[in-house]
């Protein structure tokens, strides 16, 4: 994995990291305004559950040695999932961390997808998609790892993934 994406890694786990910590903390009040009405549980409890995602997901993304791919999806995932609650904040005008006026939430909001983005690049899972697709495989396809038709199942000649399951064949 190239330097870039090893620092990108590691900032973005040092930041949920960090947001974890202030979901608990300091900002635990200010938090509790990007969690939607429709949410079945209390915003306490909402934003308590998301900060200590946050240190697990960032803790994974530090220590991951050579491809934090799960952590990267899980990250990803874990972006996405909490989007509604910014498109909430906007909608219901609620103002927190300095996003005081309407302008200034929804210019937020494209910053969300940027970091699913983020994950997925700083862990490789990006790049492994791009690859498997140009090498013409589904991403759903099971079977994404292909060796010599001569080579039986882990016997043989190497194994060439275009596009390998959580990096491995």
């Known amino acids: ?70 952590a990267g999806i899980a990250a990803a995932v874990f972006f996405a999932a909490i989007f509604p609650g910014n498109i909430s904040q906007w909608r219901r005008k609620i103002s927190a961390f300095g996003l005081d006026t309407d302008r200034k939430r929804l210019l937020r909001l494209p910053f969300q997808p940027l970091l699913v983005l983020w994950a997925l690049w700083s862990t490789g899972i990006a790049g492994a998609y791009r690859a498997g697709l140009r090498a013409g495989l589904s991403p759903l396809s099971r079977d994404r790892c292909h060796r010599p038709p001569s080579a039986g199942r882990g016997v043989g000649g190497p194994c060439r993934c275009a596009m390998p399951p959580l990096g491995r064949c």
């Open 1 to 70: 994995m190239s330097t870039a994406r090893t620092v990108g890694r590691i900032v973005l786990g040092a930041t949920l990291v960090f947001a974890g910590i202030s979901h608990l903390t300091f900002a635990r009040k200010a938090f509790t305004a990007q969690v939607p009405p429709w949410v079945p549980a209390s915003d306490d409890t909402v934003v308590l559950a998301s900060g200590v995602v946050e240190i697990g997901l960032g803790s994974a993304l530090i220590a991951a040695r050579r491809r934090g791919e799960l």
